[in-house]
């Protein structure tokens, strides 16, 4: 088990650690945000003919400006009948196939009927308006590579080539478990003592912006044996069960324990990031538990620091967060120099940033305003008003 470790080791060791679950063929219509474990190849040339971009006359550049005989009417969906020669054309349609022997398209605008088998072509130039055999994509190139999250101009792209069961990566079974003798659930009036066990819907709203489809495992008390029990019993039907809270020093902070009991192999214990500190990340096999901590805001950075990137990666796509360089409109100190702190931002717009009003880790109402965040690197005291920051989009 390694302790301390600073945050750029925690997501090494995260990258090493995640394996890909499985893959499988779902239905094109069900297939928005899941993640691709083949490429896309195109079946055959795209376009797979020479094809019109306008309504018009195919004809010869050499045959314009002037007056044509029409000698067929060319459907898009349909094969042309004639070849085009000097003072001939064919009235044509956008998609359709261009008639052998044309190589400029004049647009109906620029045209002028004579009568039924002769029009009179005067564009203002000689483009051409064809879009060749193959200009996009020729068979076999790839189009869209495996590991691609799929959005809807994907999903046009996989109907296009016919990919009508694209082989996607499975999706983690996600658990959670919220500790701590001192909540209860949402629905529920809490005592003087107690508070609502907001940390278990904020993990379930992170999973569900990245396509993760969780279970609620409910709340355990601070009791070590009946949270060993409580772990045993999900590991084998969980891939992932995060646990939040009860992963600091406290006297009833027996989770670490409990992850231990439960026969896993703790890798990490602790990152020095502020906030965030008190995290955990143990293995079994290919079984993995998270131990968020029981603050909300250090369980929001944890999840979006080290827990999104670890589950795209068993997912199969190598997430690569938003990062803006801006300026800073107020200075914000490191109060503890030998981590790296975090703080959340609002950004007012294309150049700048602006601290949120933050008073650490417990201040939940902080992410109303919040919509990115800044480090501020070990070492360094303060990031002065006006520096330019990388600010990662969250």
């Not at 190589?103 to 060749?132: G, H, Q, T, W």
């Not at 949120?356 to 109303?368: E, R």
Request: proline share 5%.
């Amino acid at each position: 088990m390694r302790e301390n470790i600073f945050q750029e080791e925690a997501i090494e060791i995260l990258n090493n650690n995640g394996q890909v679950i499985g893959t499988e063929r779902i239905a094109l219509d069900n297939s928005i945000d899941r993640i691709l474990a083949e490429d896309i190849i195109a079946d055959r040339d795209d376009p797979p003919f020479d094809r019109s971009l306008r309504d018009g006359y195919a004809c010869l550049k050499n045959d314009i400006p002037g007056t044509l005989e029409i000698i067929e009417i060319i459907k898009a969906g349909e094969f042309p009948k004639k070849k085009i020669i000097l003072g001939k054309c064919a009235k044509i349609m956008t998609g359709a196939i261009v008639p052998e022997g044309s190589n400029c398209i004049v647009m109906v605008e620029f045209s002028k009927k004579i009568d039924s088998d002769y029009v009179k072509l005067n564009p203002p130039n000689r483009a051409n308006f064809i879009s060749p055999r193959g200009e996009y994509k020729k068979k076999g190139d790839v189009i869209v590579e495996k590991g691609t999250i799929i959005d809807t101009g994907i999903v046009s792209i996989m109907a296009y080539v016919g990919k009508s069961n694209p082989l996607v990566y499975e999706r983690p079974k996600i658990g959670i478990i919220a500790t701590g003798d001192e909540l209860v659930e949402v629905h529920e009036k809490p005592a003087e003592c107690q508070i609502r066990n907001c940390n278990s819907s904020l993990l379930k709203a992170q999973l569900k912006e990245i396509g993760c489809d969780t279970s609620y495992l409910g709340i355990a008390n601070d009791d070590l044996e009946l949270l060993t029990q409580k772990i045993r019993k999900e590991k084998d039907i969980f891939d992932i069960i995060l646990i939040s809270g009860g992963v600091s020093a406290g006297d009833y902070d027996f989770v670490l324990q409990a992850i231990k009991d439960s026969g896993y192999e703790i890798v990490f214990h602790k990152i020095n990031i502020r906030p965030g500190k008190p995290a955990v990340f143990a293995r079994v096999s290919n079984s993995y538990i998270y131990g968020v901590p029981g603050n909300p805001i250090s369980g929001y950075l944890n999840f979006e620091l080290f827990i999104k990137p670890f589950i795209y990666n068993i997912m199969g796509h190598k997430y690569n967060p938003e990062i803006i360089e801006m300026e800073i409109t107020d200075s914000i100190k490191n109060k503890m120099i030998k981590r790296d702190c975090w703080y959340p931002v609002n950004i007012l717009n294309n150049n700048q940033v602006k601290p949120v009003y933050f008073k650490g880790a417990a201040h939940l109402s902080s992410l109303v305003e919040t919509d990115g965040i800044v480090c501020i690197p070990r070492g360094k005291k303060e990031i002065k008003k006006g520096e330019k920051v990388d600010v990662r989009r969250i």
